[in-house]
């Protein structure tokens, strides 16, 4: 079975704070995909990152990066000094062969950002 | 268009009534999928079309639950004889093919539907 699990309900920090939201999942396919959206309050989720199962490089864009590792099936994302427009609910989801190509969401992290 | 187009972006209806949900995808995009966030909560999957074609109702949740999608363009989802628990956002989003490894879901600003 296919699941992901973000423990994290919800975080709240601080402005400038760093803060890693957790996401662990489960999955029997050796070839799968992994995803972070991010729906901020105007309510449309918006892609941030795909990463493929075969590449456990961590990955980088500004003030995001990713960390993917397949020892602890965890693909964690960090948000480097944080802002206020980061505050939103941001998703894991995973899709394989074995979830029949959907999606498989994890219940999302609510992140505040205080200013 | 330029991105997933959703209508109304809020619905309120009274228990018992039928409502339908409108979305118009990206022009192009084969693929188009309908969920479901309930507050708090995370994307529960309703059904996907493949063109005018639903390979996969099993999301569905009740038969008063249904979809169709016409010129491998605009969706309409409908819920009759609304419940007061059906209320929830309801999130439309679409792909270039179908959803695989390689490409990635678009998705459009949801319709809050209240049932009162």
């Known amino acids: 079975a296919q699941k992901v699990t973000q423990a994290q309900t919800e975080i709240s920090v601080v402005e400038k704070e760093d803060v890693t939201l957790d996401c662990v999942y489960e999955?029997?396919?050796?070839?799968?995909?992994l995803f972070w959206y991010k729906q901020p309050p105007s309510g449309e989720l918006v892609f941030l990152i795909r990463?493929?199962?075969?590449d456990e490089q961590n990955e980088i864009s500004g003030r995001y990066s990713w960390n993917f590792q397949k020892s602890t099936s965890s693909f964690n994302f960090t948000i480097t000094a944080s802002q206020v427009v980061d505050s939103a609910v941001y998703f894991c989801?995973?899709?394989?062969?074995?979830?029949?190509?959907?999606?498989?969401w994890g219940a999302g992290t609510k992140l505040i950002i205080k200013p | 268009g330029a991105g997933v187009s959703q209508s109304p972006s809020n619905k309120v209806t009274e228990k018992g009534k039928d409502v339908e949900l409108r979305c118009d995808p990206i022009?192009?995009?084969?693929?188009l999928y309908w969920y479901r966030q309930r507050l708090g909560q995370g994307l529960e999957f309703l059904i996907y079309?493949?063109?005018?074609?639903?390979?996969?109702k099993s999301g569905l949740p009740s038969d008063r639950f249904s979809a169709e999608r016409t010129g491998e363009s605009v969706s309409t989802l409908t819920i009759q004889r609304t419940q007061q628990e059906d209320s929830a956002v309801y999130l439309c989003?679409?792909?270039?093919?179908?959803?695989?490894?390689?490409?990635?879901?678009?998705f459009g600003q949801g319709t809050r539907l209240t049932v009162v």
């Open positions: 989003a679409s792909s270039l093919g179908f959803l695989s490894m390689n490409t990635e879901a678009f």
């Open positions: 022009s192009g995009h084969t693929a």
């Open positions: 079309f493949q063109g005018n074609s639903a390979p996969d």
């Open positions: 999955t029997r396919d050796t070839t799968y995909y």
């Open positions: 990463r493929n199962s075969f």
């Open positions: 989801a995973l899709i394989s062969m074995d979830s029949n190509y959907q999606l498989i």
